[in-house]
Structures are given as C-alpha cells and as structure tokens.
C-alpha cells in the first residue's frame, strides 16, 4: 500500500494501538480542527478526587470533582512548561454549563456529557458513581467533552464556557445571572408539548427520524455488546480452572509433570487476559454511547425547528382571522363565527362609534401580527439556516468518528486475536512436552 | 521357578514381609519333598478358548510374555487393521436397533482370509469386553461407550449420540486389536470375523451362569476379607489411581462447562451482526464499513460455532474415555486385591491344617483312640494319613492360587505401565489438537477483522478523505 503519509493511513496501518492512542487521535483532530480557542490553549481533566461536603440541605455528601487543567499553547512549545492554570469542578457544574448552552444556542447540536449514571452495565462492572473505574471514564468522558465544545466553531466563542474554564470562584454567580435556568425550564417544557406542526422543513422531519433510529440502534448494539461481553468473560475464566487443576495433577505424575504444569500456567494466563480485553471494549462502548447521547442532542434541535416553526405557524393562523375579522366587520357580513357576532344578533347590532373603536383595535392588532409574523418568519429562517450548518458540521463529524471508532474496534478484535494465537501456542509447547 | 517365587516377593519390596517370607519358607519345604508340578492350567479360571497358548508354557517364560518391550507401533509393524463404521438402524416386531459395520483388514496367519467384514451391535461389543475381563481380570480393557446416555435428553437413536458411540466403538476395538494379548483372544478373533449366526451361537459356550456366580460369589467372599499386606507398589497404584480419577473427572467437568459458555457466548454474538447490519440501513457514509463489519462479525460467529463443535468432538470424549479408564483401573486393582485375599486366607488355612498336624501327634488323639478300641498307633497312622491328604489338597491348591496371583501382579504391573504409555500419548495429542485447533480459530478471526481493516484502507485512499489529515 503505498504510503501517502496522511496520519489516517498511519492510523490503521498500525494495529498494535492502544484505546489511549486512538483516544489522542481523536483528540488532535479535534484540536487540529483549529478553532481559535484551542490554538492558543490546551485543555484537559487531568484528575479526580472524592470530597465530602454539606450539600443544599445541609446534609453530608460524598461527590467527586474533576480538575480542569488549562495551558497556553504557546508556552508548551516554547519548551518551558509552565504549570498549567486548574481549577475543581463537579459534575453538576458541567451539567449546568451545557443546560446554559441549550438554551443559548438552541440551533447547535451541542455536545453531550458523559452519562450521568452507569447504564448497559455487564456483571463486572459496577454500576457505582463512586466505583473507581466509571470515575476514570467520567474523566475521559468530561474532557472529551470540554474538547468538543472548544473545537466547535461557534461555541468555542462563549464567554461562559471561557470563565467554566478559568475562572474557579463566581463562575456559578456569571452563569445563574444570565436566567439561563428559567429559560431552561420553559425550554423543556416546550420540547416535551404535543403540537401538529403544519409545514415542517422536510429536512429536520428527516433528521429527528433519523436521531430516532440512531438512538434505538445504538441502544440495541450496547445492550447486546453488555451481554456478549458478560459471556466472554465466563468463558476466559473458567479456563482458569484448568491451570488449577493441571497444577493438581501434574503432582501425580512422574514424565508428564513438567508440560502439564507449565500448561497450566499459559491457562492462567489466558483467563487474566480476558480483563483487559474487555477494559478496552468499554472504551469502545463510551465512543457509541457518546452518539447515544448526540442523537438527543440532534433530535432536540430538530424538535426546536418544529416549535420556531410552530409558532411562526400560530402567529400566521392569529393574522389570518384577525384580518378575516376586520374584513366581516368593514362588509357587516358575517362569515366567521365570533361571540361578538352572535351576541349582536342576539341583543342587537353594535353602534357605528363601537364599530369605528373595534376596527381601529383590529388595525392595531393586525399591524403587530404582522411584525409579529414577519419576526418569527426571520426567526425561522434564521434557525433553520444555521441549524442546518451545524447538522451538515454534525454529520461529516459523526461519519469520521463512528468510522473512526469501528475501525479501533477491529483493531481490539485483532489484538485479542494475537493474544489468543501467543497463548494457546504456548500451551500446544507445552503439552508436546507431556 | 520356586526361586523366583521368592524373588519376586521380595522385589516387590515387600515391607510387611511377615507372611509371605514365612510361607514361601513352608513353599520351599514343600516343593522339596512333595516334587510337585508347580504350574498347571487351571480350567476354572478361565474359559479355554480365550487362553493364549504360550500360557502353557512354565511361568518364567510367562514372566517375561508380560515385560511388553518398548512397543513402537509403528504402521510398519502393525498387522491388523480395524474400523468401526457405518452404522444402521434394524427395526424387528420387539425392538429397533443399531447395527455397526466392523472391517477387518489383516495379515496374521491365525485369520483364515485377509479382509472380513461383519456387522455388530452395541450387546456384541459388551460381550466382547465381558469375555476378556474374564479371561484377563488384572489386564486393563479400554473402555466401552456407555449404554445411555442420561444428561441432555440424548435419544439413542440421535445422529449425534450414534457418532459419538461409532467413534468410541471403533476406538475400543484399535485398542484391543493394539493389546499383545487380546488382539490373539480367539474370543476377539469370533467378534471381528463371525457371522451373525456363528457369533451367536459362540456366545452360548463358555462358563455359564453359575460359574460365573461362584466366581462373584468368591470375589465378595475375598473383598470382605480385605488384604494382609498389599505389595507397596499395588497401594501406590491404588492411590495414583483415586487421584488420577479426580483430575480427570476435573478436567471433564471444566471442558464441558467451557463448552456451555462459549455456546451462550455464541448466542450473544448472533444477535451482534444483524444489529450492525440494521443500523446500516439508516446511514449513508457508515453504511459500508457497518455492513462489513456486520459481515465479519457474522464470519467470527461461525468460526466459534465450529470451534465449539470440535472442542465436542474430539477433546470431550477422550477426556470421557479416560473417566472411564479411571474406573476401569480400579476394579481391575479390586481384582487384584481379590486374588491376593484369596491366597493369603489360603495359605492360612494350609498353616492351620499343618499345625493341626502336629499338634496330633499329641496325647489327645491317642486318648480319642483308645476310646474307640484301636491301638494308639493305629489311630495315630490314619489321622496322619488322613491329614497328610487334605494337606496336600490344600498345597495344590494353594500353589495354584499362588501362580494365580503372580500372573495377576505380573499382568498388571506390564500392562499398567503400558496403560500409562497409552494414557499419555491419548491425552497429550489431544491437548495439542485442541491448542492447535484454537490457534487456528483465532487466526481465522484475525483474517476476518484485517480484511476489514483492508478494506477501509483502500477506501480511504479511494474516496481521498482530506477530512484525515
């Protein structure tokens, strides 16, 4: 294969990677993409520690915080590596930081945070917050965050997310007084409202359906890998008790002895391998969950197309009967059904300076519809114009990075190939000597 | 010969010398003076037609009949050859069941033609073992697939369940035909060259039932005596056979759990492909690399299939034969001990006769003799005589047992350590086979998932993705 030097090539041709290298793989593309906040500035979540503290009732908690670390760029390349600025933050905090960007960027697919409980859990694992293996990989999963919002293009530029970053004290104060939180909550009220939109864009239709299946499959491929991985482990480990019982019974015989015995010790080690094998098929597994969680992110944006469009669709439908009203009223005909028109029939028509005062009404209201209308018309086509970029954005990235990840897949499957082939050769050694 | 009598229970390295020093002492004495013939055919043992010739012969030569040299079978020493195949299903109005063809291809000149081919059934090959447990109690015969077989539901008449059984049949008979004394059983001979007719009617001859009764009946008779002084190296058979049996089952036990993961293992991974292949169908980039990657997964999926099955095939019933084996070991050391028993209460009874001899010759007797009006010599004489009667009955027969015993401790010790040879050739090639087999399992996938990664090279380059720089 002739070498044409791009590091994707050299990627894959290198199958002894390890889920740390293809994890900085996927990390200098990010930074490569080179937005200009992570031109001037690396990022990471270098730590994490358990505190214990008085929470909002006044109650002891144990919870873990992360340490955001922060480096000029220009500094680590000068050679002289200062320390880098870093400051502790939770878990909530992250929490709070991305709910702000929800609302602040309601047409951007904003990147998800690792998941909050564990989930698709096999036996091995523990579904423990404190357990120390799923603090490790909130860890990854935080600054993998962090990365994704600081290679974004347009939420790279947030003030908010710059102080999350750097300023340790009265972030929290910033953040709570942009009223995010109140927004937050409207928000997700409305997403989660039954509405019939009339003319959605075909495009969003499209996409929600698809983050719809994106969701399922993932979610099936995840519990099925949980299960597989389960029977996989009870496989590599009842071979340990061979080594047991190889040990046994080697001490009963005289020539075959040695070979049984030295067996014995490559079954051992065949059922310790099985450990780290799967430690780096969860690895895999949080790169699937990472777009379990985008295609939310993905069908929320979808699902605020059909509220702009929603509403721009309510604004227009008011107008529309508004302008029909003043219409009836100008001719006296009646043709829409209003309380006003039936109670007049009833008890008499209006007086001609009640219907001057009611026209007028209607003229204003139908001047305000339709700014009002023509706002909300901009406002859609605003949304649905930059939406649209960053689902395209979303798409290109999603397509490398899934490849991307099937691709280490292969690469574990290929590595747990040639543990397996170093292992039972071996053994076949030693059994010729029995 | 008395000589060697003695040799070989002292080389035994007998600790508990007491009784069999002392008595090969009273042997000595005896064989002086009573010039018997030590060693005869002893027709109540065995059936005739299964003894081998050169039993005739005196037990010195018989000693070295069963120092097996080094046997290098190879196929160029090798004269008969013996499959089990074929197998079909009789139905008659009382029962169905399966038939076996049985060929035979051999130079040996005591075989009338060169190639035979009979048909048996499961009762033939019992019968064949029966006949040479007989014949040969301390000489080990391989074991018989079992009658049924419970676990699993498995029907007699299930293809599975019929190959496995051939397999052991045919494996039972290469064994026998490898034995240097059973591959010249006549009774082995009849089994491998008879018509159905001929078989059945040779089946019919033979000890029958109450001899075979007195025969158990002697077993639990010297079982419930137990044994004096075991020869150290039969206690030290005895207990590298109990541990062995344990390892073995052991074994047994994990390669079939291993088995049963890896078909749940199995399971999973079935449904691990389709996923991939479903999700294909909502993408338009991933599509490709998701459907080959569902194509490997599915590729993976039959390799471990067949990996599975081959662990079945071949790993699992040999360790399953050796099971068998271990048992097999222990009733043929149970027969041993019998034997032993038998001589030794024998040999005690042989001393008791002697001193009641002895102490005849006492006043007591005399007293008895004058009662009944014969002279004190008179009765003296016919006591003596008659004593001197059974006690020579008694040393018949005791020699006999006591040649029995030799044979049996002789038979055994060559033929445990041919057994042995046996056991470790068997287990270490099917060890290998199994490390071969799941090296090439892994290899496969391997060739599976590089492919794959080919593949999304070569579309790398292809579609000129700058998108990875």
Redesign the interface.
């Known amino acids: 294969?002739?070498d044409?030097g791009?590091?994707?090539?050299a990627?894959?041709?290198n199958?002894d990677l390890t889920p740390s290298e293809s994890e900085n793989n996927l990390k200098n593309?990010m930074v490569?993409k080179g937005t200009s906040l992570l031109k001037k500035m690396e990022i990471s979540v270098a730590e994490a520690e358990k505190r214990t503290g008085k929470n909002a009732v006044n109650m002891q908690e144990t919870y873990t915080v992360y340490l955001i670390e922060t480096r000029p760029v220009d500094a680590a390349s000068e050679g002289t590596n200062p320390v880098p600025d870093s400051l502790w933050r939770r878990y909530s905090e992250f929490e709070q930081l991305r709910n702000y960007l929800l609302v602040t960027y309601p047409f951007l697919v904003v990147p998800p945070l690792p998941e909050k409980r564990a989930e698709f859990v096999w036996h091995k694992l523990s579904a423990d917050n404190m357990d120390p293996d799923f603090v490790e990989r909130r860890r990854v999963g935080l600054e993998n965050f962090l990365l994704r919002v600081a290679s974004h293009p347009d939420l790279s530029t947030d003030k908010i997310f710059y102080s999350f970053l750097t300023e340790e004290n009265g972030w929290k104060e910033t953040v709570f007084e942009t009223g995010f939180q109140a927004k937050a909550d409207s928000r997700l009220k409305a997403l989660n409202a039954t509405f019939r939109v009339k003319n959605p864009d075909k495009r969003f239709a499209e996409m929600k359906h698809?983050g719809d299946?994106?969701q399922s499959?993932?979610s099936?491929?995840l519990r099925?890998?949980a299960?597989?991985a389960?029977?996989?482990y009870?496989?590599y480990k009842?071979?340990g008790?061979?080594g047991r019982?190889?040990s046994?019974?080697s001490a009963?015989e005289k020539?075959?002895g040695d070979?049984l015995q030295s067996?014995g010790h490559h079954m051992d080690a065949y059922a310790a391998s099985v450990d780290d094998i799967l430690e780096e098929e969860e690895h895999y597994a949080d790169q699937l969950k990472e777009y379990l969680f985008y295609a939310d992110a993905l069908r929320a944006v979808c699902r605020k197309h059909e509220l702009t469009q929603y509403e721009l669709e309510m604004a227009a439908q008011d107008l529309t009967s508004k302008k029909q009203q003043r219409e009836e009223l100008a001719t006296g005909t009646i043709r829409t059904f209003s309380l006003k028109g039936m109670t007049s029939k009833l008890f008499g028509q209006e007086t001609p300076e009640q219907r001057e005062a009611k026209l007028k009404m209607l003229e204003t209201q139908i001047e305000e519809g339709e700014e009002l209308v023509k706002e909300r018309n901009g406002e859609c086509e605003e949304f649905v114009k930059s939406a649209w970029v960053d689902i395209e954005r979303f798409k290109?990235q999603?397509?490398?990075d899934?490849?991307e990840a099937?691709?280490s897949?292969?690469?574990m499957?290929?590595s747990m190939?040639?543990k397996?082939?170093q292992v039972?050769?071996n053994?076949?050694e030693c059994?010729?000597k029995? | 010969m008395s000589g060697s009598v003695v040799d070989n229970t002292v080389s035994s390295g007998n600790s508990s010398a007491a009784i069999p020093t002392d008595i090969s002492g009273q042997i000595l004495d005896l064989d002086e003076d009573d010039d018997l013939e030590v060693f005869s055919k002893d027709t109540t043992l065995t059936d005739g037609s299964s003894l081998n010739a050169s039993m005739q012969t005196s037990s010195a030569s018989m000693i070295n009949q069963y120092k097996f040299e080094e046997e290098e079978e190879d196929a160029d020493t090798k004269d008969i050859f013996v499959t089990v195949d074929n197998p079909e299903s009789h139905v008659t109005a009382i029962e169905t069941y399966i038939t076996y063809r049985v060929e035979t291809k051999t130079t040996r000149s005591e075989f009338d033609s060169s190639e035979f081919e009979v048909r048996r059934r499961y009762q033939d090959f019992l019968w064949l073992k029966g006949r040479l447990e007989e014949a040969h109690p301390t000489l080990i015969v391989h074991p018989l697939p079992e009658k049924f077989v419970m676990k699993g539901m498995v029907e007699r008449f299930n293809e599975d369940f019929i190959e496995t059984r051939r397999s052991a049949l045919h494996k039972f008979l290469n064994k026998i035909a490898e034995h240097p004394i059973f591959s010249s059983s006549e009774d082995f001979k009849i089994f491998l060259t008879a018509g159905s007719g001929e078989l059945t009617s040779h089946k019919k001859q033979g000890p029958g039932f109450l001899s075979r009764m007195g025969e158990t009946v002697k077993a639990v008779a010297a079982a419930v005596r137990g044994v004096r002084s075991r020869p150290q190296e039969f206690t030290d058979m005895q207990e590298?056979v109990e541990?062995?049996s344990q390892?073995?089952s052991?074994?047994d036990k994990?390669t079939q759990?291993?088995v049963r993961?890896?078909k749940?293992?199995l399971?999973?991974?079935k449904?691990?492909g389709p996923?991939?292949a479903?999700?294909s169908q909502?993408?338009e980039?991933?599509a490709e690399?998701?459907k080959n990657?569902a194509g490997?997964v599915d590729k993976?999926c039959k390799e471990t299939d067949e990996q599975v099955k081959h662990l079945n095939d071949h790993l699992i019933p040999v360790l399953h034969e050796y099971v068998l084996c271990a048992d097999t070991l222990k009733a043929v050391l149970r027969r041993r001990d019998n034997i032993q028993a038998d001589f030794e209460a024998k040999t005690e009874a042989l001393a008791t006769k002697k001193a009641d001899r002895d102490a005849d010759s006492k006043v007591l007797s005399l007293a008895w003799g004058s009662l009944v009006g014969r002279s004190p010599e008179e009765v003296k004489q016919q006591k003596q005589q008659k004593l001197k009667g059974e006690i020579k009955e008694m040393r018949d027969e005791l020699d006999k047992t006591e040649d029995r015993l030799e044979w049996a401790n002789n038979a055994l010790k060559s033929d445990w350590t041919r057994w042995q040879k046996g056991m470790?050739t068997d287990?270490?090639s099917a060890?290998?086979d199994t490390?071969?087999r799941?090296?090439s399992?892994?290899?496969k996938?391997?060739a599976v998932?590089?492919s794959?990664?080919q593949s999304?090279?070569t579309d790398?380059?292809g579609n000129g993705?700058v998108?990875?720089?």
């Open positions: 294969m002739a044409s791009s590091e994707y090539i990627v894959i041709g199958t593309t490569e698809y299946e994106l499959v993932i099936q491929l099925v890998r299960r597989a389960d029977r996989l009870g496989v009842v071979h008790n061979y019982v190889f046994e019974w009963i020539e075959m070979g067996a290109e999603k397509d490398h899934l490849r099937l691709i897949y292969a690469i499957q290929i190939c040639k397996g082939i039972w050769n053994a076949k059994f010729s029995m | 590298y541990a062995f390892k073995i052991s074994i994990v759990r291993i993961e890896q749940e293992y399971e999973e991974l449904e691990c996923t991939y479903l999700w909502s993408e980039e991933l690399p998701l990657v490997c993976c470790r287990l270490r060890f290998i490390a071969e799941n090296v399992y892994y290899e996938c391997l998932w590089e794959f990664l999304q090279r790398a380059e993705n998108d990875f720089s």
